[in-house]
């Protein structure tokens, strides 16, 4: 009896189901090396990025700097507002603005910390309690300078936070020279941060927030809003501008 065209069909159906497993098994295996390829990538710039960020962290004080107009210190950890006040008392600037100081804080509050230097806050101090995080910080910094007409800032703040820091205020105030001034704590000093898992967890996340803003300032370089957000990356001064080094 001849076979039917039915029959026909049948039969090379098999081969063609066969071949599309294969093709299907091929493009997953393909895609699947391709993203872990992407991820070993990924990982191994993450690395490589965070070994530069550590290397261009400061170990160990600076020289005092030369006369700048202004001195910023922002506030968040430990010695940023004294060594600030310090540079005051020698002479490195004209005013000092302490920008992130929590809204209930007050001149004398903050002098209590520093007695030996409290004259510098009746004349020369300034306060800024808007800001929130370091874009804040420096958008408020921004405001201060230009009121001022001031053209040249020394940054205080932790050696951790400096390289954020920096960018954020070049990027507000991109005609105004700026001057770090790293506060350095023992374990950066030592070259120990690996040992206490605490500074490690500090690092690592500042990396990221450091990625994060830069990308930001890339893809969206007028944000400004973002300056009166509610989540904070700093500690309020009231609480931190006592601790040590």
């Known amino acids: 009896m001849p076979q039917t065209p039915t029959g026909q069909g049948e039969g090379t159906s098999p081969p063609r189901n066969a071949s599309q497993a294969s093709f299907a098994v091929r493009v997953t295996r393909c ?7 992407v991820c070993i990538v990924s990982a191994v710039a993450v690395l490589l990025g965070f070994a530069w960020f550590l290397g261009g962290l400061a170990t160990k004080e600076p020289p005092l700097p030369n006369r700048a107009d202004g001195i910023v210190a922002l506030t968040g950890g ?20 302490i920008t992130g100081v929590h809204p209930s804080a007050t001149p004398k509050d903050i002098a209590r910390h520093v007695p030996e230097y409290e004259r510098i806050f009746a004349c020369c101090v ?54 770090a001034f790293p506060v350095v704590t023992e ?17 690592i996340s500042e990396y990221a927030k450091f990625i994060l803003a830069m990308v930001r300032m890339q893809v969206s ?13 700093s500690v309020p001064t009231h609480a931190s501008t006592a601790g040590h080094r």
Do not use: C
């Open 187 to 203: 374990k950066m000093r030592n070259g120990q941060w690996w040992s206490s898992p605490g500074t490690a967890r500090l690092l």
């Open 126 to 179: 300034d306060l800024d309690r808007s800001a929130v995080n370091t874009l804040g910080n420096a958008t408020e910094a921004r405001r201060w300078a230009r009121d001022h007409g001031f053209r040249s800032l020394i940054v205080v703040t932790s050696a951790y936070h400096m390289p954020r820091a920096m960018a954020e205020l070049g990027h507000q105030l991109p005609e105004v020279k700026l001057v």
């Open 78 to 97: 430990a010695s940023r507002v004294s060594d600030a006040i310090e540079l005051m008392v020698a002479g490195r600037g004209k005013r000092l603005l």
């Open 221 to 233: 370089p007028n944000a400004q809003a973002l300056a009166a957000g509610q989540i904070s990356d």
């Open 31 to 37: 895609f699947g090396r391709t993203v872990f390829g």
